[in-house]
């Protein structure tokens, strides 16, 4: 026991910045490596998905991918900023309006949010067809047990707030929510966070829905399932599983940071 907790604290955290710029900077590097990883993990399909991360010092404002620019070509430098009215204050490129419908009620809802990662991908939106929250059937589907929400509803494109708020509010506190004959939408205290929430519960997904056709899966016991999800569901261990990954995106596409 002593041993882990001298293991623990050598894990590094999250930095923290002496200035909003330098958070800017971060967040929007972040923000463009989670599209790259998104891209390689095939989470693209055509024009739809985002991520979304707050500005540090406008808060009603947030930072999000331009429309119609594939995922594995976006940089650091191609991102815009979209205010709560919808209008793109900085950057060149228009936004996506289900991203804004969804993505300014989410953070109109949750002040402790930074980023939210939504996108089509397809176990994420295969699982979702089931109108079903995940089991805690594995080790890593632990981390959403009784943490994650369903929209329990379907009406075409999301492009009104009033949608985007009937979300926030299934996705209540959670880390995440499923959306149902739609797809799956994560949170994060950052990007790091909300980006590695949305590919483990895309593979989560994709373990519940083998595990099914097989057979009948054995769920973990509900106070053993709390227990894994304090271990692997909290925020620290959200940012920090990320951190692999970030650094091998950033290794093979270092364009992304431009």
């Not at 209008?87 to 969804?102: D, H, L, S």
């Not at 075409?156 to 004959?181: D, F, H, M, P, Q």
């Not at 483990?200 to 399932?225: F, N, V, W, Y």
Request: aromatic residues 10%.
């Amino acid at each position: 026991m002593a041993q882990a907790t001298q293991d623990a604290a050598r894990i590094p955290g999250p930095p923290q910045f002496a200035t909003p710029a330098e958070e800017r900077k971060y967040r929007k590097q972040r923000l463009a490596a989670a599209f790259r990883l998104f891209s390689k993990f095939g989470f693209d399909e055509g024009v739809a998905g985002h991520i979304t991360a707050r500005d540090p010092e406008k808060l009603d404002h947030f930072w999000v991918n331009p429309f119609g620019m594939h995922f594995g070509q976006i940089r650091a430098s191609d991102l815009i900023l979209v205010n709560h009215r919808g209008e793109v204050v900085e950057g060149k490129y228009p936004v996506n309006g289900a991203a804004f419908a969804i993505h300014s009620q989410v953070h109109a809802a949750r002040p402790d949010v930074v980023a939210a990662a939504h996108a089509h991908s397809m176990y994420g939106k295969s699982w979702a067809t089931l109108g079903r929250l995940l089991d805690p059937i594995t080790q890593d589907a632990c981390a959403f047990y009784e943490d994650h929400g369903l929209f329990a509803d379907f009406t075409g494109v999301v492009y009104e707030t009033s949608e985007g708020e009937r979300i926030a509010k299934a996705l209540g506190t959670g880390k995440a929510a499923i959306l149902r004959n739609h797809g799956l939408l994560t949170v994060g205290h950052n990007v790091d966070e909300a980006a590695w929430w949305f590919i483990t519960m895309d593979r989560s997904c994709h373990a519940q829905l083998l595990a099914e056709a097989a057979g009948e899966p054995i769920k973990i016991e509900h106070a053993h399932a709390l227990a894994t999800r304090a271990q692997i569901g909290n925020p620290m261990a959200g940012w920090f599983q990320f951190q692999p990954l970030f650094a091998q995106i950033v290794r093979e596409q270092p364009d992304l940071l431009e």
